[in-house]
T-cell receptor, first 114, second 110 residues
Framework: SQTIHQWPATLVQPVGSPLSLECTVE??????LYWYRQAAGRGLQLLFY??????ISSEVPQNLSASRPQDRQFILSSKKLLLSDSGFYLC?????????????FGDGTRLSIL | GENVEQHPSTLSVQEGDSAVIKCTYS??????FPWYKQELGKGPQLIID?????GEKKDQRIAVTLNKTAKHFSLHITETQPEDSAVYFC?????????FGTGTSLTVIP
């Protein structure tokens, strides 16, 4: 069966520090991968998605970036964090299979910027 | 682009009663509609989905209906239990793109 892992589960970082969140998927090949941010009590904001290694689409311009160095690895990064980067970050995957496939989410990373 | 609206934002029901959450979408190209349940501190989990060639789908106490003409779909939970308390999200999808509603916080009162 397929599983998705995100780490760390929680992270407290000072303003201006760098960020690296990692997501890996097991049990499937060539998945679509997604990064979302969820503000407290609000919906899901798509940040990045990837349909293959090295292929990244950005939905919202900001100081975050994403990379996909391996087929089942998706990394969310920042060189300098802002207070507004606080939130709950979720990684998700879906099978390519011609569309109409559900997204499956990890358990997220709670990021607090001080 | 697609716009998904979800109502209500909060919903309280007595245990054993039914709960209904409604979503509308704007893009007639959307053809896949999943529903997710998110418990506190966890990621959303898929609970049921429906494709545009189907009008209704049921899985035990959960059902989803889709009206393509009116561009709306609904989640129905019958015989609610305290463990149904969570935030529920609808989504509309076409291809690789997913558009989520803003969520409904459901509280089931014992």
């Amino acid at each position: 069966s397929q599983t998705i892992h995100q780490w760390p589960a929680t992270l407290v970082q000072p303003v201006g520090s760098p960020l690296s969140l990692e997501c890996t998927v097991e049990g499937t090949s060539n998945p679509n991968l997604y990064w979302y941010r969820q503000a407290a009590g609000r919906g899901l904001q798509l940040l990045f998605y990837s349909v293959g290694i090295g292929q990244i689409s950005s939905e919202v311009p900001q100081n975050l970036s994403a990379s996909r160095p391996q087929d089942r690895q998706f990394i969310l990064s920042s060189k300098k964090l802002l207070l507004s980067d606080s939130g709950f970050y979720l990684c998700a995957w879906s099978a390519v299979a011609g569309g109409n496939q559900p997204q499956h989410f990890g358990d997220g990373t709670r990021l607090s910027i001080l | 682009g697609e716009n998904v609206e979800q109502h209500p934002s909060t919903l309280s029901v007595q245990e054993g009663d039914s709960a209904v959450i409604k979503c509308t979408y704007s893009d007639s190209a959307s053809n896949y509609f999943p529903w997710y349940k998110q418990e506190l501190g966890k990621g959303p989990q898929l609970i049921i989905d429906i494709r545009s060639n189907v009008g209704e789908k049921k899985d035990q106490r959960i059902a989803v209906t889709l009206n393509k003409t009116a561009k709306h779909f609904s989640l129905h939970i019958t015989e609610t239990q305290p463990e149904d308390s969570a935030v529920y999200f609808c989504a509309a999808s076409f291809g690789n793109q997913f558009y989520f509603g803003t969520g409904t916080s459901l509280t089931v009162i014992p």
